[in-house]
């Protein structure tokens, strides 16, 4: 059998899943699995970055811990960042392998700074902010990873990756680390349903995104309120807000459903609480399993929390076994 490729994704621990983390991501990383050996990590160094609370981080990554567990994220394939210190390790060898220019050019960094300044938060922009893709680029090749499954918001950070393992290479005069790829797949992007111009998105605010988690009278209510036909839409194009929620009916899975509205929508027979029925009623049926998922592991979440100790310090032994040959590579002491 041809040895299996790898892949590597991160989330940042931001509290909770939302719907546009779960169709947009996750979903896929739990279909990876079958075809892929799957590394997956909440990256705690990387929720650093930005101005945090030092009380919540801890709690906020052990809760994404438990809800990529409920959607169906094996144990094995996930770990916490910060229990693999050797990622820190290579971003600092990295930084050396990276040009400062280089980093104060990616879009992300721009982006996020400027919030820092426009919300006032002192105006501190960390230095780890600005290292952020290094940080990310050790994630990926310390596992010599083949994939990573990205979105458009990510293409220029695996740009980099790969950037620094070519120069990398080049210079140790090895072909090393493997340049990864993109994996492109075809995730529903969700928008905000306050908002369908935009993406569902915490940033935005409380009524921008939907909760994974969120009980049913929220979700319900969320649907119900969720802004359809603005009234300036083109003939014959179907306004954002509607094709958002045909994109939630099919995201569920909910095919027959979907095929049906989207014949009454060209007869013009579709009435949009109907559409919203049927959007809330998939949701609802998809998210009552990861609910009663999360409601058995929230009564152990020490049987959780030991296996991600385990799979974390598994999965350690790769990540030193790579830092033991670079160390030997740049001309570092191993001892
Ligand atoms: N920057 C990614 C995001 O914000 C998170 C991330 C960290 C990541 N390390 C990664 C994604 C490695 C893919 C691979 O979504």
Not at 94 to 102: A, E, I, K, L, M
Not at 206 to 228: F, G, M, P, W
Not at 273 to 278: E, N
Request: proline letters at 3%.
């Amino acid at each position: 059998m041809a040895e299996m490729k790898t892949v590597l994704s991160g989330i940042q621990p931001t509290g909770q899943l939302h719907l546009g983390n779960y169709f947009g991501a996750i979903q896929n990383w739990v279909k990876l699995q079958e075809q892929y050996r799957c590394y997956y990590s909440v990256v705690d160094y990387h929720a650093m970055t930005m101005p945090y609370d030092v009380k919540k981080l801890r709690t906020n990554t052990w809760d994404m811990i438990f809800s990529l567990v409920a959607t169906g994220v094996k144990t094995e394939n996930l770990f916490i960042q910060s229990l693999v210190p050797e990622h820190t390790e290579l971003n600092w060898i990295f930084n050396c392998f990276c040009s400062y220019g280089q980093l104060t050019r990616m879009t992300q960094f721009k982006d996020k700074s400027g919030q820092v300044k426009d919300g006032g938060k002192d105006e501190f922009i960390s230095v780890g902010l600005l290292d952020y893709p290094v940080l990310q680029t050790a994630d990926i090749l310390i596992y010599r990873a083949d994939y990573v499954p990205v979105g458009k918001d990510q293409e220029q950070h695996l740009e980099l990756a790969r950037d620094i393992a070519l120069r990398f290479n080049t210079q140790v005069g090895k072909e090393y680390f493997v340049l990864p790829e993109p994996l492109y797949t075809d995730t529903p992007k969700i928008r905000s349903t306050a908002d369908p111009s935009r993406k569902m998105s915490k940033s935005a605010g409380e009524k921008h995104y939907i909760n994974l988690y969120a009980d049913e009278a929220t979700i319900r209510r969320q649907i119900k309120s969720a802004v359809t036909d603005s009234g300036d839409t083109p003939d014959g194009k179907m306004a954002d807000g509607v094709q958002n929620l045909f994109e939630i009916i099919k995201a569920c899975g909910w095919d027959k459903e979907y095929r049906q509205l989207t014949e009454d929508y060209y007869s013009g027979h579709l009435k949009y609480v109907d559409l919203k029925q049927v959007t809330a009623d998939a949701l609802v049926s998809l998210t009552s399993q990861f609910i009663a998922r999360r409601q058995e592991i929230n009564a152990d979440k020490k049987a959780i929390k030991d296996q991600i100790k385990q799979s974390s310090s598994d999965i350690r032994t790769v990540a030193q076994k790579t830092l033991r040959e670079v160390k030997e590579l740049v001309g570092l002491l191993n001892v």
